[in-house]
Nanobody
Framework: QVQLVESGGGLVQAGGSLRLSCATS????????MGWFRQAPGKEREFVAT????????IYADSVKGRFTISRDTAKNSMYLQMNSLKPEDTAVYYC????????????????WGQGTQVTVSS
């Protein structure tokens, strides 16, 4: 059974930092793109960041560029999202996902999803 499990969410003040982790099991994603999406209350889920299978390509949403950093450890089957300079508008449930493609930015490209972790940024 393929599982993606996010952790590291929580409540933080504006300007603070959080590091999200995504642990995978049941399948090796070393050849797949992995990414982070988020969904704020009352809004559609949106793309945050993605990383190609070999780490050579990293793409960020404009809203997080320069503040968030995506990384992965293929040996540990894990992915991370370092979030710095957090803003109240970053408040959302954050999802990790894996795509059976080398690079993927569209939600439809992702086949495997975690359950999400809540990030709340207070002003």
């Amino acid at each position: 059974q393929v599982q993606l499990v996010e952790s590291g969410g929580g409540l933080v003040q504006a300007g603070g930092s959080l590091r999200l982790s995504c642990a995978t099991s049941g399948r090796t994603f070393s050849n797949d793109a992995m990414g982070w999406f988020r969904q704020a209350p009352g809004k559609e889920r949106e793309f945050v960041a993605t990383m190609s299978w070999n780490g050579n390509v990293r793409i960020y949403a404009d809203s997080v560029k320069g503040r968030f950093t995506i990384s992965r450890d293929t040996a540990k089957n894990s992915m991370y999202l370092q979030m710095n300079s957090l803003k109240p508008e970053d408040t959302a449930v954050y999802y990790c996902a894996a795509a059976a493609k080398a690079v993927a930015t569209r939600e439809d490209d992702y086949s495997y999803w975690g359950q999400g972790t809540q990030v709340t940024v207070s002003s």
